[in-house]
C-alpha cells in the first residue's frame, strides 16, 4: 500500500478513538449512561474496544511514517545517499521488523497489565 493509504487508514483510526470517546463523554454526562448501567461487563468490552484501535493505530503508524520520511528525503534531495536508497529498496523487511518488536512487546505487555488489573 502507499503513503495516501496508509494515512487514510492512521488519520481514520485516530478519528474513530477521538470520536468514540467524545460519544461516550457526551452519553455519560447527558445520563443516558451510567456507571450502575454499564458496570464492569460494558467497562471491559469498552476498554478492549480502545485498546484494539490504540493497537491498530500503533501497527498502522508506522508504515505511514516510514513511507513520509522516504518521501520527504527523496523531496529534499536526499534520494542519492546510501541510507535512504537502503531504507526505500528495504522499507517492507523494515516495517515487518519494527511490527515483529511491536508485536513481542505487546506480547509481554498484555499478560502484566491484565495481571494489574487493566480488565478488571
Not at 19 to 43: F, M, P, T
Not at 88 to 112: D, E, K, R, S
Amino acid at each position: 500500500m502507499g503513503l495516501k493509504a496508509w494515512a487514510i487508514i492512521c488519520a481514520s483510526t485516530f478519528a474513530l478513538i477521538i470520536a468514540a470517546a467524545i460519544a461516550g463523554n457526551l452519553l455519560e454526562s447527558s445520563g443516558a449512561l451510567s456507571e450502575d448501567a454499564v458496570r464492569y461487563k460494558g467497562q471491559n468490552m469498552v476498554q478492549f474496544a480502545f485498546f484494539i484501535l490504540f493497537l491498530l493505530l500503533c501497527f498502522t503508524i508506522i508504515p505511514f511514517v516510514i513511507k513520509l520520511f522516504i518521501f520527504l528525503q527523496i523531496k529534499m534531495g536526499h534520494g542519492e545517499f546510501f541510507m535512504i536508497r537502503w531504507l526505500q529498496a528495504h522499507q517492507q523487511q523494515v516495517i515487518y521488523v519494527l511490527w515483529g518488536l511491536l508485536f513481542i512487546g505487546t506480547c509481554f505487555a498484555i499478560p502484566a497489565a491484565i495481571k494489574d488489573g487493566l480488565f478488571k
